[in-house]
T-cell receptor
């Protein structure tokens, strides 16, 4: 079955880069997503990558995908205090249900 | 575009009463909507998949008689928590698939509803 795992906490200083890691197990063709959740709010889609891609860059965000190891990472360049939130990775096989990781709490210290 | 709303955003109810939460797609038609539950500092747990005009599909361990889901139109799905108990207190989030699902299979999430049962 599908399973998505993330490290639970990450703390960085403002201006540094943050790297959040995720592993997944489903080997089907799939999309992988990164969501941001601020306290008391819903999920905001940050970016996504298809499982046949290696990398995707979108402004300060870089997604790297290692298909062999089923490892996904999200790098946030020049991290700001406003980036403090919980980040979820998720996988979805076509129009089926999404499976979410447990979330990584990112704390950005000034 | 692609906005999903939830109402109410928060609700407090007494134990034993029922609470209805609405999920609306505001600018698109949604054939499929999903209901999630999230406990503090935990991940989203899928409760059920709701398809317009048919019965919802519940995940294992979710009581369908307790969590009633109705997807009566292409823009509205409702979740009714019946005979609520304090352990039902949680953050409930819905998401919607547009009728013309993008090739990225992107889901659109509502802002969530905080339910507190006293």
């Amino acid at each position: 079955g599908e399973d998505v795992e993330q490290s639970l906490f990450l703390s960085v200083r403002e201006g540094d880069s943050s790297v959040i890691n995720c592993t997944y197990t489903d080997s089907s063709s799939t999309y992988l997503y990164w969501y941001k959740q601020e306290p008391g709010a819903g999920l905001q889609l940050l970016t996504y990558i298809f499982s046949n891609m290696d990398m995707k860059q979108d402004q300060r965000l870089t997604v790297l995908l290692n298909k062999k190891d089923k490892h996904l990472s999200l790098r946030i360049a020049d991290t700001q205090t406003g980036d403090s939130a919980i980040y979820f990775c998720a996988e979805r096989v076509r129009a089926g249900k999404s499976t979410f990781g447990d979330g990584t709490t990112l704390t950005v210290k000034p | 575009g692609a906005v999903v709303s939830q109402h109410p955003s928060w609700v407090i109810c007494k134990s034993g009463t029922s609470v209805k939460i609405e999920c609306r797609s505001l600018d698109f038609q949604a054939t499929t909507m999903f209901w999630y539950r999230q406990f503090p500092k935990q991940s989203l747990m899928l409760m059920a998949t709701s398809n317009e005009g048919s019965k919802a599909t519940y995940e294992q361990g979710v009581e369908k008689d307790k969590f009633l889901i109705n997807h009566a139109s292409l823009t509205l799905s409702t979740l009714t928590v019946t005979s609520a108990h304090p352990e039902d207190s949680s953050f409930y989030i819905c998401s919607a698939d547009p009728q013309d699902l993008l090739p990225t299979y992107e889901q659109y999430f509502g802002p969530g509803t905080r339910l507190t049962v006293t």
